[in-house]
């Protein structure tokens, strides 16, 4: 992959196609101050179609996050124009703050002090419960 653009900073690599906004959206992408560039439907012959960001800064990416929205994606960490680190992501056990529960009953939505925490409880279909009263998480 061409990543002479970026000299110092991070590439998040084989997004399924589609799911790029929602990263940028759940990392915070837009409080950024270096470039970043979302470019969607990349053809890959792994995948057929990917989405790629390049973010040309230096970042923390919170890898349970990205691992939430897209377990697939591949991080590439680039130093001086060379890719010195790759991590690959796995599905997170527990998530936290990042989806809140959407039973109206549920104590996370009346106790405003408490933190929304979900668990995986079908690591093969993805689904996450709430900690607190078991929904499951919907879109
Ligand atoms: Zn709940």
């Known amino acids: 992959?061409?990543?002479?653009?970026?000299?110092?900073?991070?590439v998040i690599d084989h997004i399924t196609a589609g799911k790029s906004m929602e990263v940028y959206t759940y990392l915070n992408l837009e409080e950024i101050c270096g470039?970043?560039?979302?470019?969607?439907?990349?053809?890959?012959?792994k995948m057929?179609?990917?989405?790629?960001?390049?973010?040309?800064a230096k970042l923390d990416i919170d890898l349970d996050v990205l691992g939430y929205i897209d377990p697939d994606a591949t991080i590439n960490?680039?130093?001086d124009?060379?890719?010195v680190e790759k991590?690959?992501?796995?599905l997170p056990e527990i998530i936290?703050?990042?989806?809140?529960?959407?039973?109206?009953?549920?104590?996370?939505?009346?106790?405003?002090?408490l933190e929304h925490i979900f668990k995986l409880t079908d690591k093969e279909n993805r689904i996450y419960r709430c900690f607190y009263c078991e929904s499951k998480k919907s879109d």
Do not use: F, W, Y
Request: with cysteine.
């Open 81 to 83: 124009g060379n890719i």
């Open 77 to 79: 960490i680039i130093k």
């Open 35 to 45: 470039s970043v560039a979302i470019i969607k439907n990349v053809t890959s012959r």
């Open 96 to 113: 936290k703050g990042v989806i809140k529960c959407k039973n109206p009953r549920c104590i996370s939505i009346c106790e405003q002090e």
């Open 87 to 90: 991590k690959h992501l796995a």
């Open 48 to 56: 057929g179609k990917k989405d790629i960001i390049k973010i040309d």
């Open 1 to 10: 992959m061409n990543v002479d653009s970026i000299k110092n900073g991070i």
